[in-house]
T-cell receptor
């Protein structure tokens, strides 16, 4: 079956712009989580959506937002981009609804802010 | 808040040898899951092995096994008969039960090099 698909794979944006990243989970998965990966901070949790509701949120400013659609696809938006937002953004999907579920990751979107 | 610490930024091993990657964590929860993920240069995070905290038996997946010491909050990964394809970043991760969230807390990672 198809894995987690993230689009686009690469993105270059200018400071002050906004960006939207997309994540299509594995069919049947209802939970989508987002992570930011940087060399300095490592992997940091952004937020998690389950059945279109944000279930948990990490310690990121309000410029970072997300949503989930009825088909479980999720989007992440970053407004007023800063140089420090340059990172690999990873999306993970899981069945959700149970503690014993495996998270499957996409290949990520590499965002570069110039 | 839960934290995960990987004290070895880099490790190397000879092909066919055994290597152990260390991980410690801090939590006040009694039930949780621990994971080891592998991230090769392709960036795809792949689950290597997982351990439920309530299970005393250490998890094993082919050449990969863990040494889970709950009281010491230690969760090391042993890779036996190392292969060139094992070269990657390895991340230790924690997931608690609070709120039913799927949130994973990751360590900083260990870069594993496999020498031929």
């Amino acid at each position: 079956k198809a894995g987690v698909t993230q689009t686009p794979r690469y993105l270059i944006k200018t400071r002050g712009q906004q960006v939207t990243l997309s994540c299509s989970p594995i069919s049947g998965h209802r939970s989508v989580s987002w992570y930011q990966q940087t060399p300095g901070q490592g992997l940091q949790f952004l937020f998690e959506y389950f059945s279109e509701t944000q279930r948990n949120k990490g310690n990121f400013p309000g410029r970072f937002s997300g949503r989930q659609f009825s088909n479980s696809r999720s989007e992440m938006n970053v407004s007023t981009l800063e140089l420090g937002d340059s990172a690999l953004y990873l999306c993970a999907s899981s069945l959700g609804g149970s503690v014993n579920t495996e998270a499957f990751f996409g290949q990520g979107t590499r965002l570069t802010v110039v | 808040a839960q934290t995960v610490t990987q004290s070895q930024p880099e490790m190397s091993v000879q092909e066919a040898e055994t290597v152990t990657l260390s991980c410690t964590y801090d939590t006040s929860e009694s039930d949780y899951y621990l994971f080891w993920y592998k991230q090769p240069p392709s960036r795809q995070m792949i689950l290597v092995i997982r351990q439920e905290a309530y299970k005393q038996q250490n998890a094993t997946e082919n050449r990969f096994s863990v040494n889970f010491q709950k009281a010491a909050k230690s969760f090391s990964l042993k890779i036996s008969d190392s292969q060139l394809g094992d070269a990657a970043m390895y991340f230790c991760a924690y997931r608690g039960f609070q709120g039913g969230s799927e949130k994973l807390v990751f360590g900083k990672g260990t870069k594993l090099t496999v020498n031929p």
